[in-house]
T-cell receptor, first 114, second 115 residues
Framework: NAGVMQNPRHLVRRRGQEARLRCSPM?????VYWYRQLPEEGLKFMVY????????ESGMPKERFSAEFPKEGPSILRIQQVVRGDSAAYFC????????????FGSGTRLTVV | AQSVTQLGSHVSVSEGALVLLRCNYS??????LFWYVQYPNQGLQLLLK??????LVKGINGFEAEFKKSETSFHLTKPSAHMSDAAEYFC?????????????FGEGTQLTVNP
């Protein structure tokens, strides 16, 4: 059983470029959560999605950030016009029920903006 | 609303000594509580979780935690530290069976194990 797959593991972008982070949930999981971990900090919730729907995006920055979870394919977290402050580890978690238990985390994507 | 406070951003113990990592939470509904471990440049691995039932929860690698509702605490312990336990530990809370419940994490505790 493959776990939650995130790619790329490491991503380097120059300021002003776009970053696309992908997350394939575990088989049978239809709930996806994205979290961001800034250096020396804990994980902060960004967005919660189900297939084709954004359920809760209250943790997403208002500008430049967007997320989707299409009917087919992985969930995508997109950051436009990246800035140095976007450098962080981005983690995806999936669950079967979305009811507060059974989260499985991916290994994360470490974004570095130069 | 929910929140987590981890007391002590850095804890240092000797190999073989007791490990105690403190976590206090707040939640407006009966919480589910979690401890995760993160090794450098890796993802989060679930150590243990409390949902309902027995308040003393045993996890992997010899760790356990006790849910104390009266103290709103969920401290993590291990009787005897091993060098391989050196890592960062995160306590997290979710709103139980609430649909769409997210995890709220503490700021983490870096555990150092000295030989």
């Amino acid at each position: 059983n493959a776990g939650v797959m995130q790619n790329p593991r490491h991503l380097v972008r120059r300021r002003g470029q776009e970053a696309r982070l992908r997350c394939s949930p575990m088989k049978g999981h239809s709930h996806v959560y994205w979290y961001r971990q800034l250096p020396e900090e804990g994980l902060k919730f960004m967005v919660y999605l189900q297939k084709e729907n954004i359920i809760d995006e209250s943790g997403m920055p208002k500008e430049r950030f967007s997320a989707e979870f299409p009917k087919e394919g992985p969930s995508i977290l997109r950051i436009q016009q990246v800035v140095r402050g976007d450098s962080a580890a981005y983690f995806c978690a999936s669950s079967m029920t979305g009811t507060g238990t059974g989260y499985t985390f991916g290994s994360g994507t470490r974004l570095t903006v130069v | 609303a929910q929140s987590v406070t981890q007391l002590g951003s850095h804890v240092s113990v000797s190999e073989g000594a007791l490990v105690l990592l403190r976590c206090n939470y707040s939640s407006s509904v009966p919480p589910y509580l979690f401890w995760y471990v993160q090794y450098p440049n890796q993802g989060l691995q679930l150590l243990l979780k409390y949902t309902t039932g027995a308040t003393l929860v045993k996890g992997i690698n010899g760790f356990e935690a006790e849910f104390k509702k009266s103290e709103t605490s969920f401290h993590l312990t291990k009787p005897s530290a091993h060098m391989s336990d050196a890592a960062e530990y995160f306590c997290a809370v979710s709103e139980g069976e609430t649909s769409g419940s997210r995890l709220t994490f503490g700021e983490g505790t870096q555990l150092t194990v000295n030989p």
